[in-house]
Each structure stands twice: as C-alpha cells, then as structure tokens.
C-alpha cells in the first residue's frame, strides 16, 4: 500500500486544523468586511435622507422669503398714503412723517433688513431709517446702479449683493438678497420698491432647521456663484469650476446626491432646487466623519474576529498534538514498510541489472524476458541498443574527499540527471556499476544529435553536481542481448580519456580504429635515456621520457600501458645499477610510484608523475656527490692534522697519498670550498701555534718550526695576517687574560 507523502508528515494534522482554522478565519474577515460595506451604505442613505428632507425645507424657507417679499411689496402698494411718494410732486412733511413711520414699522420685519422706494420722477429715494436722500447721496451707490440698469426680467429676483454702510468711520457690510419690484410709467423714469433681506436672518433660519451640523450647506445661483455658506462664509465666490458643483448644475434632477470631493476632499454631496428663486441648495458631509462610527465598529469587530482566530489556533493545535502522536506512529510505520519495499524493489532491479552487464553467461532469453518485464523494464528488446558509459574523472581525489556511502549518493545523482534529460528523447535504464562508473542502456537514437545531447548532460552534471564526467558511447548492439558486448566496448573507449582528457566524449568506433593500428616501441630512446641517467644528464632524460610516451598517442590504450611498464621497468634497473655500484641507496619505493601511475587519468599526469620520479633520482644523486665530497675532505683533514710539522707538506704529497692527481685533486677542492689545499694547512698550523705559545714556555722560533713553518719570520707575518698581532702579543694577551 502506498501511504500519500503528506500523511506521512509528522504534524499532518496540525497542518489540517491550521488550513481549517485559516479558512474559518478568511470566512470571518470576509462576512466583517461585507457587512462593512452594508453599514457604510446604510449609513450614507441615512445621511442622504437625512439631507434631502433638511435642504427640502431649507428650500421651501427660501420660497418663503419670497412670498414675504411679495406681501410686503403688496402692502406698500395698497397704503394710500404710502403710495403718495411715487408722485411726481414733493410730499407734504405731515405725510412724509407717516410714510417714514409705516415704512420704518415695514422695514422692521425680522427677515428684512431695509426698504428702499424710489421715485424715478424726482430721483430720490425714501429709505428705511435714513428718510428721504437724494440719489447722489445714497451710501448704498450698487442699487442706484441695478436701478438704471434695470431690465423687466429682473422683477422680484433675487439679486445676492453686499451694502456697504459707515458708522462712526467704520465700514459696515452686510449681505443681502434684493428683490425689486420695478413700475415704469410711459417714457419717464418708473418708481421702484426695493426689499434687502438679510442674509443673517436666512442662516437662523436654516441653523434652525439643521440641528444635526454634520457638514456644511452652501446657497448658489444656477451660475455656481455661492451667495450664501452656512459654517463657512464665502459670499459671492465662484464655485463652477469645481466638479461637483459642474454636476449639480447640469443635472436634470431637481434634488438628488451623490459621492464627490469638495476642496479637493472626498464627501457625501445633496442637492436641493429652488424653482421660484432659481436657486440651488447643498449640503456636503466629508466622507470620514460620515464612515467614523463605522470604522469604530469596523475595528472592535476586527479586534474581536483576530482574538476568536488566536484561540481557534490555540485550540486547533492542542487538539492536534493529542491526534497527531498515535497517527503519526502508524504512519511512521506504515511508511518505513512502503520505504523499504520501494528501496528494495530498486535494489533489486539494480542487482539484476548489474550482474546482467557483468556476468559471462547469456542465461536463458525466456527467463530474462520475464525479469525484464517483472522489473518493468520499459526497453524495445529486438530494436539495436547502445551503452553511455558515465565516468567520474578526478576519482581519486574524489573518493578521498567522500566516504563510500557519499560517492554513492553522488552516483545516484549522475543517474537522475541523465535520466531525466534522456527520457525526454528515448527510454532508458540506469544502471549503477560501483566504482567511478554509471551506464545506460538504451534503444539507438535516431534524428537527434548524439554529442549535442551527451554534452548537455555533461553540463548538467557539473552544475548541479559540481564533479565532470567523461562520456563514452559504444557501437550500436544488434537487440538488447548485446548490451554486455555494448558494455564492454563502452568501458574500453572510457580507458582513452588517458589521451582525450577529462569532460571528454568518446566514441567508440574511434577507438576501435585506435586498436588496429601497430605500435613500435621506441627502444632506441630507451636506450639513450639509460645511458643520460646513468651519466647524470636529467634534463636529456626529461626529455626523452616525454618523447616516448608522447609517441603512444593515435594508437591503443594498452600501448600506452605497455610503454609505461617498460619505461617504468628499464628507470628501475638504472637505479638499482647505481645502487648496488656505489653503495649508496636512492630511498625510492618504486612500488609505490608504479601504483600511482596507474591510477593516473590523462597522460599530461603520467608525464608529470614520471618527471618527478626524474626530480627525486637527481636529488638523491647530489646527495651522493656532497657525501663523496665530505670523506674526501676528513681524509685530507686527518692527513693535515698528521704531517702538518713537516716543512714539505704539500698539495703533491698529500696526492700521492690519496692516489689522486694533484691538479684534480686542487680543482675539486676549489670547485667545492673556495679554498686551496695550502688554505688548510696554514690553518691547522696556526691552530697548533696557538696551543703551543698559550700553554707552553718554548720560544717563538721553536715554536714557529713545531708548526712546520720555514722561518720565524713567515710564521710571524701568517700569524698577524690571520689574528691582527704579533705571535709574542697573542701570548701576552693570553697570560693576562690567565
């Protein structure tokens, strides 16, 4: 049975608990977060309704205003004697008292803020307060202006405008809305009646009505000039450039709402229409204070759905350490037993498949037929097959730096590679030979480039891998029971890396002309190489030695092999001659440097490992000259050290002893010490002076003789050359010192 790899984990599940309690929790945050968007939604219509019924009635305060307006107009009119100002004759005071009362108690009306009432025919105005004024003095000069540029249409419109009054040296403004109700008689001037309602009076009236003050109302005209801003006072300023106030104004609706950005801030707009006054009423609610309880709520919502989720996690994994421990111990089991039965199937298909490469025996086709198909081997048993041989280069280093165990692993790797890049071309099989050494059997490939491919692989090794192979490819099989003939000729080609190099790819048809070619071995170098290093010319011998094996190339493997032996062999004798002829021994384990050789990949290395065996042989014979050098001079010394009182001690007397001949012998000295035979003995004879005028009481010239010197004088001179005094002084010098 095959356990899902998933189970087999040990905090599975924990796993499923963490997936549940996560999807439990999206579910949470998402349900919050639609009911987020339903309370904003709720809350805007709240907002909505709220305004339209407030600016529906803010509307119909204004429309109002204008009916006030029209009564008031109506009154003046209907008052008789009011009605005598707009006769062209001057009115008389008694009357002008009462007009200027009943126009007084007019005016006095909370939501006006003056009357004015002209007579065109005598161009003067009677106004509220302030009496009869002639038009030049009128201080509010705007109105004497609208009047002269009076146009029919404009009667009782609202006209927005600001009167400019002085108190006390002090400028006074106050915004008004005008209604003027205009009479013209035949060709003369008509007389007027003007009503300035005040703008205070209509924001009472409109903060009366908004006791909720969440935002701000504007008044505008259908131009979008603002005449009127409840919370912010902007009076007259132009508003159409702004986009909301663009879609309130072209909206065919006479009341609606919608979401804009007012000063550039994101708000709730309602708009309200006055069709009497042409005027239009807005109110805008920034959209944060509008979403700020529901943000609150939003968050404690938040806050409680991430503590339920911390507790369901806490919950989910308590829960799931008790399930989990007998779960995980059968599954544990469960999948050791599946591990096993799959490594051992592999194992075996292995085996089978190695011993099949190796053994000698064809065996019976029926029974390996049946193994083929019991170990699923997917290959076509009567097309050709090949063998590429995968071989590990560097394998000494390699298998020094990784335990066995490693460099199996390491193989396996190589197989999966291949594998995996071959099975997108053909079927094949891997199979594990040991060593430094993988194969695949594989039906031949047609239509695809062979090199392009085995390189390929070869990269990929060494990418993922970080070791090179070289790769060798052998003659097609005729079926699949020729792969161990196949296999063979693979492993003979891998054996011409030694010329190829590592990462090399080798055909074995090459090498297989390779092997028919004749080799001659090159014993004439042979011999000139014996004779170079036995008379020391190691640079010649380098030199041959790299000749011979150099001649190897183009020809067989086991030529090469043939050339190391004898070459290997004929230096061996060489040293073994010296050896035995001058007693002296070279300390050269050639067993040791012939195994090395033959675990050597490329012949550049083969050279190498021959050039340092040259290196040790030169060193070792050195040693043997300096230890010649070395006897002859403790004779020569022991000669000296004899016969130095004798006068006619001398380089010839000391030859004939030696039975050597003089002038060799002063040659070798010289070549070797800097020094003359005479420099030696002139040394052992001050050395015995010395002695003499230290411990004894004979005289300078008995002295000078016992030494072997010809006079006092010359031995006076030597002396002082060699110590800087005389031979008296030294003695002196050494009995004070005494």
């Known amino acids: 049975?095959?356990?899902?790899?998933?189970?087999?984990?040990?905090?599975?599940?924990?796993?499923?608990?963490?997936?549940?309690?996560?999807?439990?929790?999206?579910?949470?945050?998402?349900?919050?977060?639609?009911?987020?968007?339903?309370?904003?939604?709720?809350?805007?219509?709240?907002?909505?309704?709220?305004?339209?019924?407030?600016?529906?009635?803010?509307?119909?305060?204004?429309?109002?205003?204008?009916?006030?307006?029209?009564?008031a107009i109506a009154q003046i009119l209907l008052d008789k004697d009011m009605s005598k100002i707009f006769y062209p004759a001057a009115t008389d005071p008694v009357d002008m008292k009462n007009i200027t009362d009943r126009l007084n108690l007019i005016a006095s009306m909370p939501f006006l803020h003056s009357v004015y009432l002209y007579n065109g025919k005598l161009d003067v105005y009677y106004i509220s307060n302030y009496g009869l004024q002639k038009k030049s003095n009128v201080d509010d000069q705007e109105i004497v202006d609208i009047i002269k540029d009076f146009k029919p249409d404009m009667n009782l419109k609202p006209i927005t405008r600001t009167i400019k009054r002085q108190s006390n040296f002090v400028g006074i403004e106050y915004n008004v809305y005008t209604f003027i109700y205009?009479?013209?008689?035949?060709?003369?001037?008509?007389?007027?009646?003007?009503?300035?309602?005040?703008?205070?009076?209509?924001?009472?009236?409109?903060?009366?009505?908004?006791?909720?003050?969440?935002?701000?109302?504007?008044?505008?005209?259908?131009?979008?000039?603002?005449?009127?801003?409840?919370?912010?006072?902007?009076?007259?300023?132009?508003?159409?450039?702004?986009?909301?106030?663009?879609?309130?104004?072209?909206?065919?609706?006479?009341?609606?709402?919608?979401?804009?950005?007012?000063?550039?801030?994101?708000?709730?707009?309602t708009f309200a229409s006055s069709d009497s006054l042409d005027w239009k009423f807005v109110r805008y609610t920034p959209y944060e204070v509008v979403v700020k309880d529901v943000n609150a709520m939003r968050t404690r919502t938040l806050v409680i759905c991430l503590l339920l989720i911390v507790v369901g996690f806490a919950l989910s994994y308590l829960s799931s350490k008790r399930l989990n421990r007998p779960m995980a111990a059968m599954l544990k089991r469960v999948g050791i037993q599946d591990q096993a039965l799959r490594e051992n199937s592999y194992k075996l298909k292995q085996d089978f498949l190695r011993q099949w490469m190796l053994s000698d025996g064809q065996g019976s086709q029926p029974i390996l037929m049946k193994q083929l198909e019991h170990f699923e081997i997917s290959l076509d048993t009567h097309s050709p097959i090949v063998i590429l041989l995968l071989k590990i280069d560097h394998f000494k280093e390699f298998s020094l730096q990784y335990s066995f165990k490693d460099r199996g692993l390491f193989r396996f790797g190589v197989m999966n590679?291949?594998?995996?890049?071959?099975?997108?071309?053909?079927?094949?099989?891997?199979?594990?030979?040991?060593?430094?050494?993988?194969?695949?059997?594989?039906?031949?490939?047609?239509?695809?480039?062979?090199?392009?491919?085995?390189?390929?692989?070869?990269?990929?090794?060494?990418?993922?891998?970080?070791?090179?192979v070289t790769a060798a490819v052998s003659r097609p099989g005729l079926d699949i029971w020729d792969c161990r003939q196949c296999y063979a000729d693979a492993l003979e080609a891998s054996q011409f890396r030694v010329f190829y190099g590592w990462g090399s790819l080798i055909h074995a048809e090459l090498t297989a002309e390779r092997n028919c070619r004749t080799f001659r071995y090159p014993i004439q170098q042979e011999e000139q190489l014996t004779d170079a290093l036995m008379s020391g010319r190691m640079e010649e011998v380098k030199r041959l030695c790299s000749v011979i094996l150099e001649s190897t190339d183009g020809y067989a493997y086991k030529d090469l092999q043939l050339t190391?032996?004898?070459?290997?062999?004929?230096?061996?004798?060489?040293?073994?001659?010296?050896e035995k002829a001058?007693?002296?021994?070279?300390?050269?384990?050639?067993?040791?440097?012939?195994?090395?050789?033959?675990?050597?990949?490329r012949l550049s290395d083969i050279q190498n490992q021959f050039l340092e065996l040259f290196q040790r042989i030169e060193e070792k014979l050195g040693e043997r000259k300096n230890t010649r050098y070395d006897e002859l001079m403790r004779r020569i010394r022991g000669i000296i050290e004899l016969q130095y009182m004798k006068d006619d001690l001398s380089i010839d007397s000391i030859a004939d002893i030696l039975n050597m001949s003089s002038v060799y012998l002063g040659r070798l000295i010289k070549k070797y010490t800097s020094k003359t035979i005479n420099d030696y003995i002139i040394e052992v004879r001050i050395e015995k002076s010395m002695e003499l005028l230290a411990a004894s009481n004979k005289t300078i010239t008995e002295i000078s003789k016992d030494a072997g010197f010809a006079s006092m004088s010359y031995f006076g001179r030597v002396f002082k050359k060699v110590h800087g005094i005389t031979p008296n002084e030294y003695r002196q010098k050494m009995r004070e010192t005494s």
Request: hydrophobic share 45%; aromatic share 10%.
């Open 582 to 601: 001058s007693g002296y021994g070279f300390s050269i384990n050639f067993g040791e440097v012939f195994a090395q050789l033959s675990e050597l990949e």
């Open 1 to 71: 049975m095959k356990v899902p790899s998933r189970m087999l984990e040990s905090r599975y599940f924990s796993s499923l608990f963490v997936y549940l309690s996560t999807l439990m929790a999206v579910v949470v945050l998402a349900v919050t977060f639609i009911l987020y968007l339903q309370f904003v939604k709720i809350e805007q219509r709240k907002i909505y309704t709220f305004s339209e019924e407030s600016l529906s009635q803010i509307s119909s305060a204004a429309d109002s205003v204008l009916e006030n307006a029209k009564m």
């Open 564 to 578: 190391v032996f004898r070459l290997f062999f004929a230096i061996n004798m060489v040293v073994d001659t010296l």
């Open 417 to 468: 590679i291949a594998s995996e890049i071959l099975s997108s071309y053909i079927s094949c099989e891997a199979v594990d030979l040991g060593d430094d050494h993988v194969v695949f059997m594989m039906n031949e490939i047609r239509g695809v480039d062979v090199d392009k491919l085995v390189q390929d692989i070869q990269q990929a090794i060494k990418k993922h891998l970080k070791i090179s």
């Open 182 to 269: 205009y009479e013209a008689t035949g060709s003369e001037e008509g007389s007027a009646i003007v009503l300035n309602v005040s703008d205070s009076w209509m924001k009472k009236v409109i903060e009366g009505m908004d006791k909720n003050r969440n935002g701000s109302i504007i008044m505008m005209d259908s131009q979008g000039v603002m005449f009127s801003s409840i919370y912010k006072d902007r009076m007259l300023s132009t508003l159409s450039d702004q986009e909301f106030v663009q879609d309130i104004l072209h909206s065919k609706e006479k009341s609606g709402h919608f979401i804009g950005k007012v000063d550039g801030v994101k708000s709730l707009i």
